[in-house]
């Protein structure tokens, strides 16, 4: 069997979203697939999951690694693909019946390096408000076209597209280990290297909000590797000559409150700084040397 799709599923400690992971994956109307499963050391009963997936359906491989990191493990995952396209699926997410299918379909028909999908983020209201939609079939070809588009650098998301292996090697692309807010390193590098890729209607990648996700930690690590792959945007994008909307260039917000008040915010860009009174109000703006 040729393998269309190479999907690459992360595991670290999900027990209890893994099963409704793998469950949208091995039911894809596309069957042409292998599903890639590295378990990061968890601790918990996910490589159990996992295998007992694996001893269902010969589609999946298990890879069982020390615990080195979401970067690693899809690093690991990358190595291991032999799809003539690949797709990166967090454990505790899924995708809709038709995802790969029409992701698949779209880029071939185009010959597109990626194809991407909407992207709805289930809340426990019963809401499903989009992360970002696609009403239309479109190839962008422009890098400033396709940061628009997707909203880049603010909707760096690695998992709602399907990536052609070919260019992911030309490239030499890799995920850079040990940090948090990877996605956004890989993604603008991709998108400005690639030619074309194709935004998909009609299939979502469905993003859960795990409270308990490393992304959502808010430690002095994960705020110091936010600001660092900011600053890394903010330094290839200039240095690649690429235009973004100006608020994507802001280095610091700092907020003056009283009695927990917003009376004065101030944002800093390279070389501009903006006042806002009441956090809203623009009053005031200089040049600074910074």
């Excluded at 260039?249 to 004065?264: D, V």
């Amino acid at each position: 069997m040729s393998v269309k799709v190479s999907v690459i599923v992360p595991i670290y400690n999900v027990e209890q979203y893994l099963a409704r992971c793998l469950e949208s994956i091995v039911n894809q109307t596309l069957k042409d697939i292998e599903i890639i499963c590295i378990n990061d050391g968890s601790q918990d009963g996910s490589g159990k999951i996992a295998q007992s997936y694996a001893e269902k359906d010969p589609r999946i491989i298990l890879i069982n690694q020390e615990n080195k990191g979401l970067s690693v493990a899809r690093n690991t995952g990358m190595d291991a693909a032999r799809g003539k396209y690949i797709s990166f699926i967090d454990s505790d997410d899924w995708v809709d019946p038709n995802f790969l299918e029409r992701l698949y379909i779209a880029a071939e028909k185009y010959n597109a390096d990626a194809a991407c999908a909407s992207i709805l983020r289930p809340h426990d209201s019963g809401k499903n408000p989009y992360k970002i939609k696609f009403e239309t079939e479109q190839i962008l070809s422009s890098v400033a076209e396709k940061y628009r588009v997707l909203e880049i650098p603010r909707k760096c998301y690695v998992w709602n597209k399907i990536y052609k292996l070919e260019e992911l090697k030309k490239q030499g692309l890799r995920f850079p280990e040990g940090v948090t807010f990877e996605d956004i390193y890989f993604t603008i590098r991709f998108l400005y290297h690639c030619k074309e890729i194709v935004t998909v209607p009609g299939t979502c990648y469905h993003y859960y909000v795990n409270r308990k996700s490393i992304t959502r930690a808010a430690t002095d690590k994960s705020q110091l590797d936010m600001l660092a792959a900011h600053a890394d945007f903010i330094k290839f994008s200039r240095e690649h000559h690429i235009k973004c909307d100006e608020k994507y260039y802001i280095r610091e917000k700092i907020t003056y409150s009283l009695f927990g008040i917003p009376l004065l915010r101030v944002h800093k860009w390279e070389t501009i700084k903006k006042y806002y009174l009441f956090g809203l109000i623009p009053f005031f703006e200089k040049r600074t040397a910074w």
